[in-house]
Structure formats: C-alpha cells, structure tokens
C-alpha cells in the first residue's frame, strides 16, 4: 500500500495527464468569449461554438513554454519575491465581504478594513504580499471599488502586489496603475488570479483578465476546482481530472497570447457536505488536493498554489486552530510554492477576522521556518565545540550560541510558552483578547512606507479621473 | 403492489418500481388522491424530516425526489388541472454578472422534488429575461441567487423591476451574502439561508 499522500506514483501522475488530455481532446473547455474563441481558431485549434478542443501537442508546448520560475518587482526592491523553486510565498485572505468580530458578530467590510489589513501586511513578517480582494468594501461603488483597493496597497504597502482579475476594465486599471511606479512594466510587477468555472469552463471576464495579463506579460494563478459530488465527480480522482485539463487550457490560451508568460498552476477541490449541501473548505480531501498539486506541478515543472489557513470555524478557538494547520501544513510538506488565503479568514472564507489574521501569522512564521533547510555549514556542525566541550559542556555559556539566540529558533508572537503560574497571572489569558492586543500594537507601530510624492499624486489622480467616468 | 410499496420505492430510490406501482394501482381502480397524497407526497414528506434530521443525505433525498417524479409523470394525465398536475411553477437563476450556481442548483432541484414545476435560467441572468420568464410560464414564485456582495446591487435591481412589471410573482432570493434584513430593505417576499427552507418558503407563499 501506498500511503504518501506527498509522493505520487509516476503511472498516477501519468493517468491524471492522460485522462485530463482525453477530456480536452474529447469533451473540450467552454470559452464563451469572442476574441479568445478567434486567437484559438488563428492557431488551428479544433472549436465548435464555445467550445474548444486540444491536441497533446498544444499542451506539451505550452507547458515547456511555462517558467519553473520567475520574479516579481516589488515597490521596495528589497522585498521583491521569486516564485517557484524552493521558495514560499505568502498572501492573506482573498475576497472575503464580511469582518467577524472577536463578539461573534459579522459585519460588512468596508474600505477602512482595506486599509487596516494593508497596515497588518505592510508590518507582516511572513506575509509576502497583499492579495488584490483582501476583503471586498461595501462602503465603495462595486466598479471601481478594485481601484481603492489597488491605490491602497500601493501606497501602504511596498510589497508585491496583485492584479484585479474582477473584469477586463479592472485588470488594465491594474496595469496602468503599476506603469505610474514603474518606468518599465516590462518585467512582472504583480501578479493576478484567475478562476475557472467547474466543470470545464471559463467565465468571459476571467477569460478577458488572462488576456490582458498575459498580452502585458504579468504573471497569472490559473485555478480550477470542484465542488466534489456538485460541480465534478463525488470522487478526487474524477474532479482533479476536470480541474486539470480546465488549468491546463487557461494556460494554454495565456501562452497562445503571449508565449512564456509566467504562470502558477493551481487546481483545488472541496467537499459538499452530503447532509447539508454545504461548503466544506477546510478538510482532508481539500488538503488531498494540495499535495496532488504539488505532485503535478512538479510533474510539468511550473510553480504551484494552494489555500491557506482555511477552516470552518467562525471564533479563535481550537477547530480553527487545527483546521488551519492542517490545510497549511499539508501545503508546506508538500512543497507549493503559493499560498492565498493564508492569514485571517473565516468560515469557508466568507470572513476575515483581525484576531485570527494575528494568530495565522504564528502559524505562517512557523510553516515557514518549518520549511527552511537545516543549516549543515561547518558553524553549524559546530564541531570544535563539540570536541572542546565533550561531556562537560554549557554550551549556554558559548559565543556560538550567543550569536544565534535570536535567530536561531521560531519565535512565536501569539502562542504561548509559559510556565503554569504565569499563564494564570498573564493578563488578558483569552487568545482572542491577546491577538487584539497584539494587533493595537502592530497598528501604531505602523508606518506609511516611502514612496515618490509626485508617484503618489499620480496614482491618486489616476484613480479620482477613473472613477469620475 | 399497494400503496405502502410505492412510498417503499420512492424511499429507496426505486423509480421503475414507482411508475410500475402507480400503475398497477391505477389498473386496480385505487383513488387518484391517494396514490398522489399517501403514497408520492407521504413518501417525499418523511424523506424532507428524514433529511432535516440529518438521517438522509442531499444525494439521497434527490434520487428520492426523482423516484417520486417517475410516479407523478404516469399520474399526469388523470390529475384535473386545479389539482396537483399544476402546483405551481417557479422560475429560478443566478442574478446578473454572477457565475456562482452550485447553491442554486441545490434549491431548483430541490424545489423540483416538492413537486412545483422548475424553470431554471442559468447563471448571469438580467432583470428582463427574469420578467420575461416569469410571465411566459405565469410563475407563482421568483427565486434569485447570489453568492457576491458586488452582484447584491443587480440583485436589488431584479426585484425592483419585477415589483414594476406588475406581474403577480412572489419573489425569494438567497445566497451566502444575502441576509434577511436585506431581503427586508429590497422589498423581497422572502429570504432563507438553505435548500430545505427554501421549499418552505416556496410551498407557503404558493399556498397564499
Ligand atoms: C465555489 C465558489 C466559487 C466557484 C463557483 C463555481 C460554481 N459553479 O458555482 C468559482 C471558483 C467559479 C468562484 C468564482 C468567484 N468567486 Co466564489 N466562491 C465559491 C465558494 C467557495 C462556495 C460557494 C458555494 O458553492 N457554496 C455551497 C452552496 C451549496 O451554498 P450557497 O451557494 O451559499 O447556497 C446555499 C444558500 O445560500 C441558499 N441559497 C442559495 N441561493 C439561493 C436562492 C434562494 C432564492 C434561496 C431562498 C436560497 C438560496 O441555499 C443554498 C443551499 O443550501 C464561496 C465561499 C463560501 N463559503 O460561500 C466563494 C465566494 C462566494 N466567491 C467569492 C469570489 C470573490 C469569487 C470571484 C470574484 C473570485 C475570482 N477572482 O475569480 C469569482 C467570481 C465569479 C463570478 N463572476 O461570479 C467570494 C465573494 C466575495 C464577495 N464579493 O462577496 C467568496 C465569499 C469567497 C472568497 N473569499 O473569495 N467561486
């Protein structure tokens, strides 16, 4: 019996190859968008009204084509991120419309959140970037609310940013606002997320923001996933399959616009709860098909995403808790490369909460040092020490360990590493109360990063002009 | 075959052995109304508590749902029209620049399974083609979904627009951002947050 769930039989990855190019060959994917339906026809591809159909030979080039790896600028040079290889990147919570208080209450998110969550990522030590929809306001027209969220992460923050993949106005918006900040856009400046419609399907808007990226040569997350037993097989191995070729031909039409074009190869599937009919993000089958991904964008050597922290849960409590871990460690060991959804979200990721994007950061700082190799440098190995001290060794006393205590370890900032008696003293001991502390602390300590007044200005007038039309 | 084997088979799914049962009775000169009331609609009944006691599952409910489906479809053409044949229709979508549908489905099918005619529009439907439905099929009730806060306007706007056409259509909506109060705010006729209450819903306000 095989029990890895990690590492996947080659004949398995062959199958799931196999049976996604017989789906695309056969069934085909539904582009219901004009001009993508002709750039296929201008390459020679099989269609029939919406759909088209692939030949082996279009995703075998188009997979070759693909990056193993690829950087993206940030505003601050220093925190610019590489994707793929043996690097980790992490963003928060990506779309959610509700704020969970630490009361229980759910209220709407409004543009004030935008600006608290760009705070809490600016000042974040394990965050890599902001995603492009970390909560959805409610306060800001719906068509150009992608501009306030845009304009704040680049002025908060001078981290990566992403793209806003919610229409085609929406991702130009994005690039002309990064064509402000960089003189040259022609190398990747953010990068943007693209779902698929399951089963074996494109929305027209998600289609248009492939296009638009890629023609603009900025990176792209294709993501397909079932709902299994709704939208694909009940069974992993018969949605996965849906999900793959789906990914497969969406980074297909990205390389027909603009050969090379970097993407990050994602496919996900999640339960429906057969009692309910509910969404059940946070499961073993979920994380499943987080080390299944991995396997397969080893397979065809392109990065690869997963979710995050994600969890059913509605409070700081311990279902949360192991909820998260579990998805975000399974996405760790299973080496992904891109992690959305990592910091702060609720219930399915129906809401982000301040508390828990606190208490996910331990979580994310824990992955990962987790991840990082063991050091095995001579300092290391350290062993004229070792040799020096034989048996009778404090290697408290030691230089060498005076050099490293603080590094040396993960230190978390939320759990606790207490004796007993200190933890009934401590003040508040409820972890949500700590995380609110904690999060007081990060909010005044924040400061606005440097940016170019005259950038500034531009960016804001940019915004202002659009939304005036 | 009696009456209790029909409700039998529509409990475990058995559709042949439904429309054969209905049939058989049928032949035998049982009463219409209590094929149709006992056996079909006593049936999908325990199967609707059944699932609310977490006993029964979506799928199972579902094929049940059909099961009791295959017996109506043979008593169609004895049923008088004001009777059951005509419980009502109800036309149901995804609202306008929303793609989101596996929640809808989940309440068209199971709407269907209570025996109400359904008309299901798809996903990104625009407030016109809603009022269009509603008065080529003479619905009795409206159900819109949407799973996005930024579809909620469009959302808002499809109920205003069927209020103004006039037409005698209830309408319910739901959805994982859509709440109650603002169902309330948008002049909806009803709100409800699943599958199973939104038959509820649909069997009261088609009873009015
Ligand atoms: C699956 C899913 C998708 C799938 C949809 C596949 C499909 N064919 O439907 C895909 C991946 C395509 C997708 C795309 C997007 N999604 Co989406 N999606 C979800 C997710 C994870 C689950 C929805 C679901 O299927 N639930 C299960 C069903 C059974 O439940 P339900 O829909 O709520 O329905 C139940 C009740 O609400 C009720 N009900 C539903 N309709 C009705 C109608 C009536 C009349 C009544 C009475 C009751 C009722 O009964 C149902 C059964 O019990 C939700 C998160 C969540 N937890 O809800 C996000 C979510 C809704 N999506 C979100 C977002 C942001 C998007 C995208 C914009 C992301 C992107 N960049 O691509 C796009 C938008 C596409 C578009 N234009 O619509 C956000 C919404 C944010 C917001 N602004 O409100 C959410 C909350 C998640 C998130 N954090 O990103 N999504």
New binding site residues.
């Given amino acids: 019996m095989n029990r890895a769930i990690i590492n996947f039989d080659q004949k398995i990855l062959d199958t799931i190859h196999k049976h996604s190019l017989e789906l695309l060959h056969d069934t085909g994917i539904r582009f219901p968008n004009e001009k993508a339906l002709g750039i296929f026809k201008k390459h020679g591809f099989r269609t029939d009204g919406e759909m088209v159909f692939f030949e082996e030979k279009d995703i075998r080039k188009t997979m070759e084509a693909v990056p193993s790896a690829f950087s993206i600028k940030a505003r601050n040079p220093e925190k610019s991120i590489r994707i793929g290889e043996d690097n980790y990147v992490m963003a928060p ?6 704020i969970i208080e630490p009361s229980g209450e759910k209220r709407d998110a409004t543009m004030t959140d935008v600006e608290k969550f760009c705070k809490l990522v600016q000042t974040s030590k394990y965050l890599d970037f902001n995603s ?2 970390v909560v ?1 306001p409610n306060d800001v027209p719906v068509e150009t609310a992608h501009l306030d969220i845009l304009l704040a992460t680049m002025i908060l923050t001078d981290k990566p940013i992403m793209g806003s ?2 229409s085609e106005t929406a991702a130009r918006d994005s690039l002309k606002l990064a064509e402000i900040i960089w003189d040259n856009t022609d190398e990747p400046v953010m990068i943007s ?7 074996l399907q494109y ?1 027209s ?2 289609i248009d ?1 492939i296009m638009v990226f890629a023609q603009a040569g900025q990176p792209l997350i294709i ?5 299994l037993g ?2 694909g097989p009940i069974t992993v191995a018969g949605s996965l399959v849906i999900s793959n070729a789906t990914t497969l031909a969406g980074i297909c039409l990205a390389n027909l616009v603009n050969p090379g074009t970097p993407v990050v190869y994602g496919l996900g599937g ?1 339960p ?2 057969m009692k ?4 059940i ?1 946070a499961s073993p089958e979920d994380a499943k098909h987080i080390a299944i991904v991995t396997a397969m964008g080893r397979y065809y050597n392109i990065p690869c995403r997963s979710q995050g922290a994600l969890n059913e849960s509605f409070c700081l409590d311990y279902q949360a808790g192991m909820e998260s871990a579990v998805m975000l460690t399974t996405a760790a060991l299973s080496g992904v490369h891109l992690s959305l ?1 990592a910091c702060g ?1 609720y ?5 982000m909460s301040y508390e828990k994007f606190i208490a996910d950061e331990d979580l994310c700082g824990a992955m990962k040092k987790l991840m990082k190799p063991v050091e095995f440098t001579d300092d290391a190995f350290a062993m004229d020490l070792i040799r020096e001290l034989g048996t009778s060794g404090n290697y408290l006393m030691e230089m060498h360990t005076m050099k490293r205590c603080r590094d040396e370890f993960f230190i978390p900032d939320l759990s606790i590493r207490a004796m007993h008696n200190k933890w009934l003293e401590m003040e508040p001991r409820d972890i949500t109360q700590r995380a609110g502390k904690l999060l007081e602390k990060r909010l005044a300590e924040y400061e606005k990063p440097d940016i170019d007044p005259d950038v500034e200005k531009r960016l804001v007038q940019y915004v202002n002009k659009r939304k005036k039309v | 075959m009696a009456i209790e084997d029909i409700f039998e088979a529509v409990l475990t799914f058995n559709k042949v052995a439904v429309a054969e049962g209905v049939k058989a009775e049928l032949d035998a000169g049982t009463e219409i109304d209590s094929i149709l009331n006992e056996a079909l609609i006593g049936a999908l009944d325990v199967v609707g508590k059944k699932f609310s006691e977490g006993e029964m599952f979506v799928p199972e409910m579902l094929q049940a749902a059909k099961a009791m489906k295959a017996g109506l479809e043979v008593l169609k053409p004895y049923l008088r029209s004001e009777s059951v044949a005509s419980k009502g229709t109800v036309i ?1 979508g ?1 609202v306008k ?11 068209a099918m ?1 709407i269907e399974g209570a025996g109400f005619e359904v008309v299901d529009m798809g ?2 439907v625009d407030a016109d083609r809603f009022v269009k439905a509603v008065s080529e099929h003479n619905a009795g009730v ?11 306007p469009a959302m808002e706007n499809a109920v205003a627009v069927i209020k103004k056409s006039g037409l005698a259509v209830k309408t ?7 709440t109650v109060t603002f169902a309330d705010q948008v002049g909806a006729d ?9 038959v509820e ?2 069997r009261k306000l088609m009873a009015t």
């Fill in positions: 919570g990506y779309g959610p419309p509700f492009s929809i959805q993949s919610v997320l693209v779902d698929s419609l399951s089963p929305a808007e998600m923001s993501h397909s996933a079932c709902t709704a939208s999640t429906m709860e309910t009919g509910g969404y993000n959804h979200t219930g399915s990721m129906v809401a | 149901i995804t620049g929303d793609q989101h549908d596996i929640g809808k489905n989940l309440v199971m996903v990104n409206l159900c819109l979904s949407a799973l996005l806060t930024t579809t909620m319910i909506i739901g959805g994982a951002p859509v009803g709100y409800s947050d699943d599958a199973p209450s939104a819903l649909v």
